[in-house]
């Protein structure tokens, strides 16, 4: 069944438009066509940025209120119709009606959040006259948008992602191109539909769909686009820095991230919870645990429980709600995790779990042995593979841990208070869990990595300061 959404056609410059060259969407599970949405092409991505230059000054021009206005009652829309998003994300990407429902609920508070920091566009005054000669100035600063943003997003939180850069982007007066992974446009697609009803004056948003590869360029080398918010794989992020020229950019880049049992922690719960960290959206989470260090003491004990908790996670129907996993976003791409960790069990590597595909769906898998210059320890699996290491020391554990060119987040299980400060002061990432996968996020937290993971910080509040510029306001007085 087709899933029933205005997202048959593209929101251009503020009006739903058709094209007659189409991509198909399918669902991973079946293969079977959903849906499809418009192809666009060169010509639709220079007029999207035109009419975003008209968005720019009526976006700049919404009142602090009416912007909350916006955002708070396309999430009272979304909320409305939690089933019908989740369905849709559940449908056109990987993840569980679970995770899905998850999503939707995290996405509407995800623009409640903007509403709210929108209150918080403040500036705050400079005491200029504490350099000599400037006794008689006073002034302040204040923000103010960037203009036009570029938002490219992936397929993996296929509403949730468009929301961390939509909302922020409205609440700091921006206009917004959104280009939503080929893969997941339906979903983006909703949350424009969420905005329109909720007011968005047109012109402001454009959410475009077609393929990176064909209109990728016209955006992101566009001297009219003054910013890039891009969020994807770390190849695509670098090639659109280098074209990108001199605009803002924020990257929300991959990561491979490590965590770190040691010997006093509840071993059964750090399985649990890493075994929920490495599969959450059949590992295709940038957050996802992949290289798991564990102190040598307690190694053949940990990789019992997890070898048992990984192979209790459920395989079956996206849309059951016992369901814990389900495809990844192709076939293709199983079948590059398939290679990975065929060139691990090469290496030396040998399986505790899963290692088996049908299709598009790839077992849970727990590796060990495998060598640390082997892909799929150096790389990002971006699938459901998790590895353990023995290490002898915390300060082995951490060495191992930042000798990638990742740095996302970090997780670590201790009872020890000093082994958790130093991990939190030594590893090399934009956060780290204490007793907690590295997976952990909330909406409103500071979210964003070092090395190739990344450029600046997304979490609401934080993406409205790299969405907007701070504009000084000094006043010289001639009698003061
Ligand atoms: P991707 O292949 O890099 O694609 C991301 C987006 O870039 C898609 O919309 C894609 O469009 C677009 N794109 C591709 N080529 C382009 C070009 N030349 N110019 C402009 N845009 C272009 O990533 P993905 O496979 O969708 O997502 C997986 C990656 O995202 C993983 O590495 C994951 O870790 C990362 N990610 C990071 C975060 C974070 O917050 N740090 C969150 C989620 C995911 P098409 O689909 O049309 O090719």
């Known amino acids: 069944m087709a899933t029933k959404t205005a997202g048959r056609k593209m929101l251009l410059g503020g009006e739903w438009v058709d094209r007659e060259d189409r991509i198909p969407v399918y669902d991973p599970e079946n293969g079977e066509q959903i849906d499809s949405v418009p192809a666009a092409a060169k010509e639709d991505m220079e007029y999207a940025i035109q009419v975003a230059e008209e968005g720019a000054a009526i976006a700049e021009s919404l009142t602090v209120r009416e912007r909350m206005d916006i955002l708070n009652k396309a999430a009272a829309y979304i909320d409305e119709r939690r089933e019908e998003f989740a369905e849709t994300i559940a449908k056109e990407g990987s993840k569980t009606i679970n995770e899905a429902r998850g999503e939707a609920k995290r996405a509407a508070e995800t623009l409640r959040l903007g509403a709210e920091e929108a209150r918080r566009l403040t500036g705050e005054s400079i005491n200029f006259d504490q350099m000599p000669g400037n006794e008689n100035r006073m002034g302040y600063y204040y923000h103010f948008p960037v203009g036009v943003i570029a938002a490219i997003t992936p397929f993996n939180d296929p509403l949730n992602l468009v929301a961390h850069k939509v909302s922020p982007g409205i609440a700091a007066g921006n206009a917004m191109i959104v280009k939503p992974a080929t893969e997941t446009p339906l979903s983006a697609l909703k949350l424009a539909e969420a905005l329109v009803h909720a007011g968005l004056p047109k012109k402001v948003l454009t ?54 049992v040691m010997a006093d922690t509840d071993l059964k719960k750090a399985a649990d919870s890493l075994t929920s960290g490495a599969f959450a959206a059949s590992g295709q989470n940038c957050l996802g645990v992949q290289r798991i260090f564990i102190e040598s003491s307690v190694y053949d004990e940990f990789k019992k429980h997890m070898t048992k908790a990984v192979s209790s996670v459920k395989l079956g129907r996206k849309l059951s709600e016992d369901t814990d996993m389900g495809p990844l976003i192709n076939e293709k791409e199983a079948k590059r995790v398939q290679e990975w960790v065929e060139e691990a069990l090469d290496a030396g590597g040998n399986i505790l779990a899963g290692g088996k595909r049908e299709g598009a769906l790839y077992h849970p898998t727990l590796l060990e042995n495998v060598p640390e210059d082997a892909t799929i320890v150096k790389e990002e699996v971006f699938g459901p593979v998790v590895m353990i290491f023995p290490v002898d020391s915390l300060d082995e554990a951490i060495t191992r841990s930042n000798q990638v060119n990742y740095g996302l987040q970090a997780g670590i299980f201790t009872k020890n208070i000093d082994a958790a400060m130093k991990a939190a002061r030594r590893l090399h990432v934009g956060g780290v869990m204490i007793n907690d996968s590295s997976d952990f996020r909330i909406d409103a937290m500071p979210f964003g990595g070092v090395k190739g993971s990344g450029l600046g910080r997304e979490g609401v509040a934080f993406a409205i300061e790299e969405m907007s510029e701070k504009r000084i306001i000094c006043f010289k007085l001639e009698d003061f």
């Open 207 to 260: 959410v475009i769909t077609g393929r990176g590869r064909d209109i990728g360029d016209t955006l992101v080398e566009s001297s009219k686009v003054n910013m890039i918010s891009f969020t994807g794989g770390l190849e695509t992020g670098e090639a659109i820095a280098k074209k990108a020229g001199l605009k803002k950019l924020s990257m929300e880049l991959g990561s491979n991230s490590p965590a770190i």
